[in-house]
């Protein structure tokens, strides 16, 4: 794929298919965010800085005071915001539903479900619209509590044997133990079971005339029906994005726990066992980011107003992983 990145980059691509390079340009936090904010009652800002860009906008906010009278959690920092403009409408996993964009009302249903299940997660204080971002209109925003945490994205975060059991006792147990089943959850993307996915899936890669991927997503199904013999399983909210960034745990004097699980934006509703690491699960969610970033480059090719808003190249460069992995397992050709 990474000749296809290198392609990506030269071509002359329309802005909402190069969303994370074009948002990189706007620094200030929006007006919207503001508004909303003073309509909250909470004190000046003092500062507002843009502290990450990817597929979103990611700004930290300060306050001349704590805030007051609104909802707050016991690791809150009620000096502290963090807002985020979603940029993308498709994201990096494997899990997706092109029907259900990226949107801070499936942020806000998916921090109401955690929370059900009994995981916690930042308090959501406003949503929104920026109206124009750039050369984008109407993009969503997102403002949360600040949690205070030992973490540090990319430097700081539990030891991996802790962090495997915060993670499994406190996240995955309890989010697979809240069934869905008999709950409306729009608008996070819907996959009732592992056949339908892979229904959707074939189709995208009929729509991009893509043979081998057809064939390798029929064989895939072979083995889940007839080798494995997989049976529908009770619908669960996914988080998708389980990391040592996301997953924010601090120390004390009895060892490290759990503060918050953030970045909910990837998340779906679906049968638990898609997010399990063993096969067919993996493969299912490796061939769904195959099938994406193929489909997303053909009618980038051939009709790129019909592409959601993403970032193209970031998508080529970061699942070129994806790829190598099914191509040695001998799930795709690698000719």
Not at 189 to 217: E, K, N
């Amino acid at each position: 794929m990474q000749h296809l990145r290198r392609k990506c980059l030269e071509d002359n691509l329309p802005p909402h298919l190069r969303v994370a390079d074009v948002l990189s340009n706007e620094t200030d936090l929006p007006a919207e965010i503001t508004t909303a904010l003073v309509g909250l009652g909470v004190p000046p800002i003092r500062q507002a800085t843009k502290i990450k860009q990817s597929f979103h906008e990611t700004f930290m906010i300060k306050f001349e005071r704590p805030v007051t009278g609104l909802e707050v959690g016991p690791t809150s920092d009620p000096t502290r915001a963090v807002a985020q403009v979603l940029g993308a409408q498709v994201g990096d996993k494997g899990l997706f539903s092109l029907q259900a964009p990226i949107s801070s009302q499936g942020i806000v249903c998916a921090h109401q479900l955690a929370r059900e299940a009994g995981v916690p997660v930042p308090h959501i204080w406003a949503t929104g619209t920026v109206l124009r971002r750039g050369p984008f209109e109407k993009l969503p925003f997102i403002v949360c509590e600040c949690i205070n945490t030992d973490t540090v994205e990319d430097e700081t975060c539990a030891p991996r044997e802790e962090w495997n059991r915060i993670v499994s006792n406190q996240v995955q147990r309890p989010l697979a133990a809240c069934v869905l089943d008999d709950r409306d959850a729009p608008p996070l993307p819907q996959i009732p079971d592992v056949y339908a996915f892979l229904a959707q899936l074939r189709g995208m890669a009929l729509d991009t005339d893509d043979d081998a991927l057809c064939a390798s997503l029929g064989r895939l199904e072979d083995i889940s029906r007839h080798q494995c013999r997989i049976t529908p399983g009770p619908s669960t909210l996914i988080h998708q994005d389980l990391n040592g960034g996301n997953v924010l745990c601090s120390r004390d004097q009895r060892g490290w726990h759990l503060d918050s699980v953030i970045d909910w934006e990837s998340a779906v509703v679906g049968d638990s066992r898609l997010a399990l690491p063993t096969e067919p699960w993996s493969v299912v969610r490796r061939l769904g980011i195959v099938v994406l970033i193929r489909w997303l480059w053909h009618k980038a090719q051939t009709r790129p107003q019909d592409v959601p808003r993403c970032s193209l190249a970031e998508l080529l460069e970061n699942h070129g992983e994806s790829e190598e992995v099914l191509i040695r397992a001998g799930w795709l050709d690698g000719s």
